[in-house]
């Protein structure tokens, strides 16, 4: 398999020059489309009977000066990627988590880049990360603070026997056969035949696949912190890991690295559900 359409998020109130360059060069690695997104809405402004007609139209200039920002961004991106990559546009007047999880039906891959504050940012004006890992349905890039290229050369694949980190294996092989070194980590609290097992399948899995990659078992009670450890001591340029949720909580990882991890912008995430 390869990634065939990558589709890139950009903030309306960017700047999006990293995270396209970024994108652009995943794309020209695959021989990839490369679809610009951005997606933004206003909300409509609280105002009493008296002052419904002025709501309206300070909300009706918001959805323009929105539209006139599209057509900004749209110029800014074809001359990022002009020459470089077959590339398509995309825009949405939509709330942009929703927006944007509907648009990846089009694309293998979304891109989206580290925002300091992302779980705490606008809704009208930024797409969630957590909640598009979670309801896209397609595996998601998330790429470091001001990063212009995606390193894949060491890559560690956080390992959990569960639906979602499976999928996230199978979601980046194209990365893992292009990677110079694999690290698959797991880190339980009890080290039992039951784990060693499901690594060792893993590794044949891999090996199927023509990646020759390393295990790494720790024992011990601090999943979060024995996995950062591990993506330190291996010069980690990568991170591929399941993405995890509940009703009140967004959880990636192993599960303990709870929504704050949203806010974590030095590293490149790779995360599927």
Request: proline share 4%; with cysteine; hydrophobic share 45%.
């Amino acid at each position: 398999m390869s990634y065939r359409s990558i589709l890139v998020n950009l903030d309306i109130d960017g700047p999006i020059l990293p995270v396209v360059k970024a994108a652009a060069d995943l794309a020209g690695r695959f021989g990839a489309k490369l679809i610009g997104f951005c997606a933004a809405d206003a909300p409509m402004p609280m105002a009493g009977p008296a002052g419904a007609s002025l709501a309206a139209e300070a909300w009706m200039q918001m959805r323009d000066d929105i539209q006139t920002r599209f057509k900004d961004l749209h110029e800014e991106f074809g001359k990022l990627v002009a020459g470089k990559v077959v590339a398509e546009w995309r825009e949405a007047l939509d709330n942009p988590t929703r927006a944007l999880a509907e648009a990846t039906r089009a694309a293998d891959l979304i891109v989206m880049g580290a925002v300091k504050g992302a779980a705490t940012g606008d809704a009208y004006r930024r797409a969630d990360p957590g909640s598009i890992a979670l309801q896209a349905g397609r595996p998601l890039l998330v790429v470091a603070h001001n990063a212009e290229q995606v390193r894949t050369r060491n890559i560690v694949v956080a390992w959990k026997d569960t639906r979602e980190a499976r999928r996230a294996l199978a979601d980046s092989l194209p990365l893992l056969k292009a990677a110079e070194t694999v690290t698959v980590v797991t880190v339980s609290t009890e080290v039992d035949q039951r784990v060693r097992a499901s690594l060792a399948d893993v590794m044949a899995f891999l090996g199927a696949h023509g990646i020759e990659a390393r295990p790494e078992l720790t024992e011990g009670p601090d999943e979060h912190l024995a996995l950062f450890e591990a993506l330190d001591n291996n010069g980690a340029d990568l991170i591929v890991s399941g993405a995890y949720g509940h009703s009140r909580l967004r959880e990636w990882a192993f599960g303990g690295v709870t929504r704050s991890l949203l806010d974590e912008t030095d590293r490149n995430r790779f995360l599927s559900s």
